[in-house]
């Protein structure tokens, strides 16, 4: 089973509003990426958990918050949102963070901020 | 600053021909290259990888021909299907770095019947 998984699968949102993005893998996999992608464009990466622990923060404003849980469950806290953020939000997961342990996208969340 | 350059933006291709994707990249410590692909409505998936130890790696109708060199790398797919219409993003990063890949722009790839 090499399935990452996403909820929801379309989310609007106001600029007020509060949300949260979930994102699950039951491969043993323990590092796990969020990345954000416009239409037209590459993904852009966001943030990189490492057994648990944030490892790389890509210069992400602070109305993006990540959270870790466990090493299966990765969730993307939404706050007071532009816009612009309007995006397809894609999570990923490897066996670790070596180069050799390909890339498992799931198959997002499409964010609109009203 | 796009690190790696990828040409042309579009693509379209009659089935049973050839499509081609160029890649370019400027950093020299960039020494593994995956290319990815998307189809509408789902995340990317890791197609064929190459590092520059070789010239050219092929799996299936899909090769990739690397010229460390020219720091240019390309995928060719072979007998092109109309189930092979995808976006393409070639990717570079750094073999024993940490999975951060910098991906070209797409490539958007049409197969007709």
């Known amino acids: 089973d090499t399935e990452v998984t996403q909820t929801p699968k379309h989310l609007v949102m106001g600029m007020t509003n509060k949300k949260s993005l979930k994102c699950e893998q039951h491969m043993g996999h323990r590092a796990m990426y969020w990345y954000k992608q416009k239409a037209k464009k590459p993904p852009e990466l966001m943030f990189v958990?490492?057994?648990?622990?944030?490892?790389i923060n890509e210069s992400v404003p602070s109305r993006f918050s990540p959270e870790c849980p466990n090493s299966s469950l990765l969730n993307l806290h939404l706050h007071a949102l532009q816009p612009e953020d309007s995006a397809l939000y894609l999570c990923?997961?490897?066996?670790?963070?070596?180069?050799?342990?390909?890339?498992?996208f799931g198959p997002g969340t499409r964010l609109t901020v009203l | 600053q796009q690190q790696v350059k990828q040409s042309p933006q579009s693509l379209i291709v009659q089935k049973g021909g050839i499509s081609i994707i160029n890649c370019a990249y400027e950093?020299?410590?960039?020494?593994?290259f995956p290319w990815y692909q998307q189809f509408p409505g789902k995340g990317p998936a890791l197609l064929i990888a190459i590092r520059p130890d070789v010239s050219e790696k092929k799996e299936g109708r899909f090769t990739i021909s690397f010229n460390k060199s020219a720091k240019q790398f390309s995928l060719h797919i072979m007998d092109s299907q109309p189930g092979d219409s995808a976006t393409y993003f070639c990717a570079a990063t750094r073999y024993y770095g940490n999975n951060r890949l910098a991906f070209g722009k797409g490539n958007q790839v049409v197969v007709i019947p």
């Open positions: 950093n020299t410590a960039f020494d593994y």
């Open positions: 958990y490492s057994y648990e622990k944030l490892s």
């Open positions: 990923a997961s490897s066996q670790q963070t070596s180069v050799l342990d390909t890339q498992y």
